[in-house]
């Protein structure tokens, strides 16, 4: 098994010195098994708050709703675990 390398301060690099690094490196040799987040992991539910405005919260209703989904936090919830596995 390979040791896991030590990231860089990226706060002490500009925006483009970020963006040359993780063009030039292999990032898998910064991770390892402990660094890995099952996002289908249903039993550690835990709960968000995040403010939105009164027009945002009525679209989410409507999207739910032609979904078939109880409300605006089922669909936002949804949503954002989809967008969680997409990007991981």
Do not use: C
């Not at 390398?5 to 910064?30: A, C, N, R």
């Not at 919260?57 to 936002?76: D, P, Q, V, W």
Request: glycine share 4%; proline share 1%; no cysteine.
């Amino acid at each position: 098994m390979l040791k896991k390398q030590k990231l860089p301060d990226f706060k002490k690099m500009s925006e483009s010195g970020v963006i040359h690094w993780f063009e030039t490196h292999d990032t898998g040799k910064y991770v390892d098994q402990n660094d890995i987040i099952d996002l289908d992991d249903d039993e550690k539910n835990t709960m968000l708050n995040v403010r939105l405005s009164r027009s945002v919260k009525r679209i989410l209703e409507r999207l739910a709703s032609t979904k078939g989904l109880r409300g605006a936090s089922t669909y936002a919830r949804q949503v954002l675990t989809e967008v969680a596995k997409e990007a991981a």
